[in-house]
Nanobody, 128 residues
Framework: QVQLVESGGGLVQPGASLRLSCAAASGRTFNLYAMGWFRQAPGKEREFVAAISGSGGTTYYADSVKGRVTISRDNAKNTVDLEMNSLKPEDTAVYYC????????????????????WGQGTQVTVSS
């Protein structure tokens, strides 16, 4: 079982930056999990944002955030972060951290939402 806790959300102005963090408590070695970030805006379906392999050597990004977002992980601290820059009002959503059993992940696997464990989410609001 993996428990995931997101933090770092908040209210920011357009163009600002925000760093989300996800802390994992697991009985297994953290690098045995690929990790992902998803988001869900009001009235919309959950969508993929970014994912990272267990080693951190492979990353994937949604086209909507590519170039503005960086996913990273620290396996010694059991954390995965999402650095978001040049935020736009359309980035407003609840952001969820997710863990997928297995260190390797293909792009299709990263994006399909079939993860084994999910956090409770953290709200990000981009508004002037």
């Amino acid at each position: 079982q993996v428990q995931l806790v997101e933090s770092g959300g908040g209210l920011v102005q357009p163009g600002a930056s925000l760093r989300l963090s996800c802390a994992a408590a697991s009985g297994r070695t953290f690098n045995l999990y690929a990790m992902g970030w998803f988001r869900q805006a009001p009235g919309k379906e959950r969508e993929f944002v970014a994912a990272i392999s267990g080693s951190g050597g492979t990353t994937y990004y949604a086209d909507s955030v590519k170039g503005r977002v960086t996913i990273s992980r620290d396996n010694a601290k059991n954390t995965v972060d999402l650095e978001m820059n040049s935020l736009k009002p359309e980035d407003t959503a609840v952001y969820y951290c997710a863990a997928r059993t297995g260190p390797f992940i293909t792009k299709d696997q990263a994006m399909n939402g079939k993860y084994d464990h999910w956090g409770q989410g953290t709200q990000v609001t981009v508004s002037s």
